[in-house]
């Protein structure tokens, strides 16, 4: 196993910059550049030398393995955070026989040796990608251990009811109870219902770690550029009195409530004979149908249109320009009544957009589903399940065939199992460092 480091601070000028160490050579790496002979986990500084010449006085950590991150041994070493030292100090490490670390390869290295599993592995990207608070908790609780203790649970449901079905395979003669393996039944049953629920609750923890997305629908000259930039604090959309303005998707991204947001303003609902007013609006259409909040914007003397035909019940309806003049209502929508001219209104629609999202986005329970490997892992469980429970009145060997495949799926998430080919896939995504 070769030794690595890397840059564990941002690049650049700055204060204090942070060389991290993992493997074998790790002392010896020490030694040669004059800081041998280190406390462990405590910080003593040092002169950093090599070739007879001076690196830097650096403050040292030392944090023999298996306790460490990555479960071999490790440093760090707090430099000035001149370009130059660092420089200087990694050219030493390569010298010394060190080699750059790959994205990841200090977590996966702690994956390997058995300090977190992958599911916590993936935390760590989470919780250092994170930008507002509800993604820094869910990246914390996962890491914590949230989500693997969810799936060991539903792991530990299959392997009992794994294990009554085996029973009566491998041990036909002995004295147990006839028919062993159909008392699984009521354990599948409730694994099933669990599954399901987890699946029907899939998107909560997509949302509050990818952003939850809001759209602006409406007629043409609606007002809809013109919240945009009021919801975003800035300039971002042209706004003229000239209908059809906006002729492609603009989103931003924003905190609301503490939630991630990602708020996109489209093109006005019309038919048009125009080409490219014509795929604006196939493309707000298409972004509207996946949003998961969308925002009908109405000005007054708006008909009832293409908008009105194209809009949801569960939609807000946000009545705009009411400093010109009284807008109209719709008693299937609920409405909040604005003016980005004035600013009445404003802040009643940030709280309900807060409300809405505590409402979609809080639960009582730690989502099952933070990415889409965790998705397409329970769904297979859960096709392998309901096939079990099948055959379980039928064949229970072949209700073990199926339990079995939906224990695997299972372990992939926390990389209990056969995890090979995921691994690349999941610690490319890391920074240096890390």
């Known amino acids: 196993m070769s030794t690595i480091f890397a840059l564990a601070t941002p690049p650049g000028r700055g204060a204090i910059a942070i060389l991290r160490l993992s493997g074998p050579g790790t002392d010896a790496v020490l030694a040669a550049l004059g800081a041998g002979r280190l406390e462990p986990r405590l910080t003593s500084l040092r002169t950093l030398t090599h070739d007879g010449t001076v690196i830097d006085q650096a403050l040292v950590l030392r944090f023999p393995g298996p306790h460490s991150y990555t479960g071999e041994d490790c440093a760090e070493l707090h430099l000035h955070g001149g370009r130059a030292v660092v420089e200087a100090a990694s050219s030493a490490l390569i010298a010394l026989g060190l080699r750059p670390a790959d994205p990841g390869e200090f977590t996966r290295r702690a994956f ?229 001219t004035t600013g009445q209104g404003l802040a009643e629609l940030h709280d309900w957009i807060a409300a809405r999202l505590a409402d979609d986005l809080s639960g009582a329970d730690f989502p099952a589903v933070t990415r889409e490997r965790h998705r397409l892992r329970l769904t297979e469980a859960l096709t392998a399940v309901e096939a079990g429970r099948i055959a379980l009145d039928i064949a229970p060997e072949m209700a073990a065939d199926d339990l079995r495949r939906a224990a695997d799926a299972l372990a992939r998430v926390t990389g209990a199992i056969g995890v090979e080919d995921v691994l690349g896939e999941v610690f490319s995504t890391f920074c240096i460092g890390k």
């Not at 449901?157 to 079905?165: M, S, W």
């Not at 998107?203 to 997305?213: I, L, Q, S, W």
């Not at 998961?292 to 569960?314: K, T, Y």
């Open 112 to 340: 390997e040796n058995g300090r977190m599993d992958l599911a916590q592995a993936e935390a760590v990207a989470d919780l250092i990608d994170a930008e507002t608070t509800a993604q820094a908790a869910q990246a914390l609780g996962q890491l914590d251990g949230a989500l693997s203790a969810t799936y060991g649970g539903f792991r530990r449901d299959l392997l009992t009811a794994l294990a009554l079905v085996e029973a009566e395979i491998d041990f036909p003669d002995e004295e147990i109870p006839d028919n062993l393996a159909r008392t699984a039944g009521p354990v599948l049953d409730r694994l099933t219902a669990d599954l399901r629920a987890a699946l029907s609750d899939a998107d909560r923890g997509r949302r509050v770690r990818e952003g939850y997305r809001i759209v602006l629908i409406g007629e043409t000259n609606a007002g809809k550029s013109s919240l945009f930039n009021a919801l975003v604090s800035r300039e971002a959309a042209i706004v003229t009195p000239i209908a059809g303005t906006t002729r492609d998707v603009l989103d931003a991204e924003l905190v609301i409530g503490g939630y991630a947001v990602t708020l996109s303003d489209t093109a006005g609902l019309r038919d048009s004979d125009d080409p490219i007013e014509a795929e604006g609006v196939r493309r707000a259409r298409a972004r509207a149908a996946d949003a998961d909040l969308r925002l009908w914007v109405r000005a007054p003397g708006d008909p009832e249109g293409v908008a009105a035909g194209f809009a949801r019940p569960d939609d807000l309806l946000v009545l705009t320009k009411a400093d010109l003049a009284a807008p109209g209502t719709s008693p299937d929508h609920a409405a909040i009544t604005l003016s980005t």
